[in-house]
């Protein structure tokens, strides 16, 4: 939270995807590997067509609620996110964050949301392959996207990290004259 605190004191909000995503986008990858043959399913798409559109409707019930705060974001229709990422990755990742990456820094992207640092932890090797295979085609399909993979483990030194955060910052600052 320290570096939360430290980017906020430079100007910059701190907009962190929702957890719910990781959680349900195992729903959509039932889906997705039933129609590209991926692997077979045992449950029935239509159970988790069900699942997915009852969390759905909670989430948009939430989504009225809290709509009244001024940096809330709706939950995504991960569907939609999903149809995002196959623009940047081929739709068959769907191991750890595969296509939930992407479809994230897409929607981040789509609302104006141009600096996003991703950290990644130690030891995630989907997280690294991913980041470092989609950077070049998210750039040429959101040209103005400025992008961080920050390896982030116990070992990382801070000066490091601050000094790779101060980079980002001064690219965003200068495209925001």
Same mark, same amino acid.
């Given at each position: 939270?320290?570096?939360?605190?430290?980017?906020?004191?430079?100007?910059?909000?701190?907009?962190?995807?929702?957890?719910? +995503?990781?959680?349900?986008?195992?729903?959509?990858?039932?889906?997705?590997?039933?129609?590209?043959?991926?692997?077979?399913?045992?449950?029935?798409?239509?159970?988790?067509?069900?699942?997915?559109?009852?969390?759905?409707? %909670?989430?948009?019930?939430?989504?009225?609620?809290?709509?009244?705060?001024?940096?809330?974001?709706? %939950?995504?229709?991960?569907?939609?996110?999903?149809?995002?990422?196959?623009?940047?990755?081929?739709?068959?990742?769907?191991?750890?964050?595969?296509?939930?990456?992407?479809?994230?820094?897409? +929607?981040?992207?789509?609302?104006?949301?141009?600096?996003?640092?991703?950290?990644?932890?130690?030891?995630?090797?989907?997280?690294?392959?991913?980041?470092?295979?989609?950077?070049?085609?998210?750039?040429?399909?959101?040209?103005?996207?400025?992008?961080?993979?920050?390896? %982030?483990?116990?070992?990382?030194?801070?000066?490091?990290?601050?000094?790779?955060?101060?980079?980002?910052?001064?690219?965003?600052?200068?495209?925001?004259?």
């Amino acid at each position: 939270m320290e570096n939360c605190a430290w980017l906020n004191d430079q100007g910059f909000e701190v907009a962190v995807p929702s957890i719910y +995503n990781f959680f349900i986008n195992g729903l959509v990858n039932n889906a997705v590997n039933r129609k590209y043959h991926i692997k077979p399913s045992k449950t029935p798409a239509f159970v988790t067509t069900a699942i997915y559109n009852l969390i759905a409707r %909670f989430a948009r019930k939430y989504d009225k609620i809290c709509a009244g705060f001024p940096s809330y974001r709706p %939950f995504d229709n991960l569907f939609e996110a999903f149809d995002d990422a196959t623009k940047i990755v081929n739709p068959a990742t769907n191991f750890g964050e595969g296509w939930l990456l992407p479809a994230e820094i897409a +929607n981040y992207a789509k609302n104006g949301i141009n600096s996003v640092v991703s950290l990644q932890p130690f030891g995630c090797i989907a997280n690294h392959i991913i980041s470092k295979g989609m950077e070049k085609k998210i750039k040429q399909i959101y040209p103005d996207m400025n992008l961080l993979f920050l390896d %982030f483990d116990a070992g990382t030194s801070e000066a490091n990290v601050f000094n790779r955060l101060h980079f980002i910052l001064e690219n965003a600052k200068s495209k925001m004259k």
